[in-house]
C-alpha cells in the first residue's frame, strides 16, 4: 500500500448527482483520512450506494470533485482507481461459475499489465487467510451461501492492496459472529493506514467499530461527527422516522442505539417515584403513552434513571444507601407540584408527603400486595395507564 499524498485519502466536495431530473445526491461534502473508519448511515433510498459509487469512478456525479489521494477521479484510469481504492458491493451476485480462488485472484487486475500473466500468489493467500474463505476456495461461487460470497468479495477488495476500502452494506448477508468478525477486520485494516467508508444499516456496529459516523438523509449530510454525538442527534429520529433512545452498552463501552414506538398525543405530566426494573417500566411505559414523566428520586446508577436519562427526561438522583437530603426532597416536590398523577414504584415511600393521590404500581418481576389499607398495585401496563388517565381526567 503506497500514499501519492498527504491530502485526504477520499475526499468529496459539493457532489451533487441527479437521475432523470430527480435529485439523488445534493451539495455532498466528505472526507476520510488514512487510519480512520467512517460509517455512513441512512434510510433506505437516501443516497448511500449512489454516494459510494461515485467514489470509485463508476458514476460521474452532475456537480463537484470526487479526489483519491488528491488527485480527481475523472483523471485516472480505471487501473489507477483501483489501486487506490476497493469495493466491497452489496450484491454478491456474479454472472459466472468462478472458483472463489478465481473471484479473489480478479483483485490483482489493477497491478497487472496485459501481458502480465504472473499468479501473484501471496497477495490472494494472504486475503484468503484474512478472511478466512480458504476452507473454500475451489468451489464454484455461485454454490456459495450469501455470507460466504460476501467474504470472497471482501477477500477481492484486500487483494487489491489498496489505499482505501469502500464498502457498501458489508455485514448484510451476515451472521452475527462473521458481522462482527469481517468489520473487526476492516477495522485491523484501518488500523494499519488505510482509510475505509461503509454504508452500513445496523447503527449498533456502526457505534462499536467506527471513529465517525455520517448520517445522509435526502441526498444530504444532516449530521457528522463521533458516533456517539451523531447517534445521539434528534436529526437521526427525524431521519428514520422513529424515536430513538441512546444509552452504553456495559460490555463494549460503546453506544448502543433502540428504536422506539414514538409517544402518542396523551397529555398530562406523570411522577414516577422509585426506581429498579418496576420505575424502569413504569417510566417506559408511561413515556411511550405521551406523557410528561419525571423521576425521582432514585439512586445515581439506577436502571430506572438511565433509562430515563436515554429519553432525554428530567430524573432527581440521590446518592446510593444514603437517605434524601433537603435538596433531593425540594427537587422531588418542584416535580409533584407540577404533576397530574403519581406513580410510585420499587421503594416509592421515600417521596415527601403531597396532595396528589399516588397510584402504586407494581411492573416487575414480583407482584406487589396492598397492606394496612393501602390499595393493592396495579400490576399490567394497561392497568397502570388506565389508572392515571382517571387520575388525570
Do not use: Y
Not at 469502500?166 to 452475527?176: G, H, K, S, Y
Amino acid at each position: 500500500m503506497t500514499r501519492a499524498s498527504d491530502e485526504p485519502t477520499i475526499q468529496l466536495d459539493r457532489l451533487s448527482l441527479s437521475f432523470d431530473g430527480a435529485g439523488v445526491l445534493d451539495d455532498v461534502s466528505l472526507s476520510v483520512a488514512a487510519g480512520e473508519f467512517v460509517a455512513l448511515v441512512g434510510p433506505n433510498g437516501a443516497g448511500k450506494t449512489t454516494l459510494l459509487r461515485t467514489i470509485n469512478g463508476v458514476l460521474d456525479p452532475d456537480a463537484g470533485t470526487v479526489r483519491l489521494d488528491g488527485d480527481p477521479v475523472q483523471d485516472l484510469s480505471p487501473k489507477a482507481i483501483g489501486r487506490r481504492v476497493a469495493t466491497v458491493p452489496q450484491d454478491t451476485h456474479v454472472g459466472f461459475s468462478f472458483s472463489a480462488e478465481q473471484i479473489v485472484e480478479m483483485g490483482r487486475t489493477p497491478h497487472r499489465s496485459r501481458l502480465d500473466w504472473r499468479a501473484d500468489a501471496d497477495p490472494v493467500e494472504r486475503a484468503m487467510a484474512r478472511t478466512e474463505t480458504l476452507g473454500f476456495r475451489d468451489r464454484a461461487v455461485d454454490s456459495l451461501s450469501g455470507g460466504e460470497r460476501q467474504r470472497v468479495l471482501l477477500a477481492r477488495a484486500l487483494a487489491q492492496e489498496p489505499d482505501a476500502l469502500v464498502l457498501d452494506e458489508p455485514t448484510a448477508n451476515l451472521d452475527i459472529n462473521h458481522q462482527v468478525e469481517v468489520l473487526g477486520l476492516v477495522a485491523d485494516l484501518v488500523a494499519e493506514g488505510r482509510a475505509a467508508l461503509a454504508a452500513i444499516h445496523d447503527l449498533n456496529l456502526a457505534a462499536r467499530f467506527c471513529d465517525r459516523v455520517l448520517l445522509l438523509s435526502d441526498g444530504r449530510i444532516r449530521a457528522r461527527g463521533p458516533p456517539a454525538d451523531v447517534l445521539g442527534d434528534e436529526t437521526l429520529a427525524e431521519a428514520f422516522g422513529t424515536e430513538t433512545a441512546v444509552s452504553r452498552d456495559h460490555v463494549t463501552g460503546t453506544p448502543r442505539i433502540a428504536a422506539l414506538d414514538g409517544p402518542s398525543d396523551r397529555d398530562g405530566h406523570v411522577h414516577v417515584a422509585g426506581g429498579g426494573v418496576g420505575g424502569a417500566a413504569a417510566v417506559r411505559v408511561l413515556w411511550q403513552a405521551g406523557h410528561e414523566v419525571t423521576l425521582g428520586p432514585v439512586p445515581e446508577g439506577d436502571v430506572a434513571a438511565d433509562v430515563a436519562a436515554d429519553l432525554g427526561l428530567h430524573v432527581v438522583t440521590a446518592p446510593a444507601f444514603d437517605p434524601p437530603g433537603e435538596r433531593v426532597r425540594a427537587a422531588t416536590r418542584e416535580c409533584l407540584r407540577e404533576a397530574d398523577a403519581l406513580v410510585t414504584a420499587g421503594h416509592g415511600d421515600v417521596v415527601p408527603a403531597t396532595e396528589t393521590p399516588r397510584i402504586r404500581a407494581a411492573l416487575g418481576p414480583r407482584s406487589a400486595r396492598g397492606d394496612g389499607g393501602t390499595p393493592a398495585a396495579v400490576e399490567s401496563e394497561s392497568e397502570l395507564l388506565a389508572a392515571v388517565r382517571r387520575q388525570i381526567d
